[in-house]
C-alpha cells in the first residue's frame, strides 16, 4: 500500500479484555516495528521483526504483550489482560530493511483507552 | 544498550527567530542519528539523519542538525521559526552495526508564537 495502515484508530476497552491492534506495512517492506507513546515519556520501543529473522522482543514490558507477523506481511499487536497503564498510542513502522541508514514510515498509530 | 536525550520539555521561540531543539546520544561505537517530527493529530515524519560524512545534515522544510562526536550530541536547528513549526519533535539513535533497535528520546513540544 501506500503507507502504513493501523487498526483500529480508537480503541476503548475495559480493564482485563484482550485487545489486538493490527498493522499493514509498506509493500515490499521486510522489516516491521511495534512502539508505544505514552503521554511524556516517548516512544517506547516494544518489538521489531525482520524478513524470516526471529524477532527481538526485547522491549515487550511484560509477557502479557505479544506480536505475531505472518507471511512477512500484516503484523498483530496482543495485549492480554489489559490494565489502565497499557493506554497509550501504539505506533507501528516499517522500513525496507533493519540497515541501520534505513528510514522508519510510521503509521497514524490506534489509540488504545483502558478503563 | 542505546539511548537518547531530549533535555527541555518545551521549546518556546518567536516567529523569525532561530530554533534549536537539543539531543545528546549514547550508543556504542559509530551513531545513525535521526530526527522526526509528530504534527498535531498527524504520525510521525522524518525530518533528516546523519549516517556518515559532512556533520552539517540538512533535511526538509528548512531544518538541519548538526553532528558532534566529541559532545555526542545531534541538535536540530533551523534559522528562522515558523508558526506551522509547532510541532513534537523527537531525537532517535541506532547502532551502526548489530542490533538495529532506533532508540526514541522523549520528545520535545516546540511552540512558535506568532
Known amino acids: 500500500g501506500a503507507g502504513v495502515s493501523q487498526s483500529p484508530s480508537n480503541k476503548v476497552t475495559e480493564k482485563g479484555k484482550d485487545v489486538e491492534l493490527r498493522c499493514d506495512p509498506i509493500s515490499g517492506h521486510t522489516a516491521l516495528y511495534w512502539y508505544r507513546q505514552s503521554l511524556g515519556q516517548g516512544l517506547e520501543f516494544l518489538i521489531y521483526?525482520?524478513?524470516?529473522?526471529?524477532?527481538?522482543k526485547s522491549g515487550l514490558p511484560s509477557d502479557r504483550f505479544s506480536a505475531e507477523r505472518t507471511g512477512g506481511s500484516v503484523s498483530t499487536l496482543t495485549i492480554q489482560r489489559t490494565q489502565q497503564e497499557d493506554s497509550a498510542v501504539y505506533l507501528c513502522?516499517?522500513?525496507?530493511?533493519?540497515?541501520?541508514?534505513?528510514?522508519?514510515?510510521f503509521g497514524a498509530g490506534s489509540r488504545l483507552t483502558v478503563l | 544498550a542505546q539511548s537518547v536525550a531530549q533535555p527541555e520539555d518545551q521549546v518556546n521561540v518567536a516567529e523569525g527567530n532561530p530554533l534549536t531543539v537539543k539531543c545528546t546520544y549514547s550508543v556504542s561505537g559509530n551513531p545513525y542519528l535521526f530526527w522526526y517530527v509528530q504534527y498535531p493529530n498527524r504520525g510521525l515524519q522524518f525530518l533528516l539523519k546523519y549516517i556518515t560524512g559532512d556533520n552539517l545534515v540538512k533535511g526538509s522544510y528548512g531544518f538541519e542538525a548538526e553532528f558532534n562526536k566529541s559532545q555526542t550530541s545531534f541538535h536540530l536547528k533551523k534559522p528562522s521559526a515558523l508558526v506551522s513549526d509547532s510541532a513534537l519533535y523527537f531525537c532517535a539513535v541506532r547502532r551502526s552495526y548489530g542490533n538495529n533497535r532506533l532508540a526514541f528520546g522523549k520528545g520535545n513540544q516546540v511552540v512558535v508564537i506568532p
Open positions: 521483526f525482520q524478513g524470516n529473522s526471529a524477532p527481538d
Open positions: 513502522a516499517s522500513s525496507l530493511d533493519v540497515s541501520g541508514a534505513n528510514v522508519l514510515t
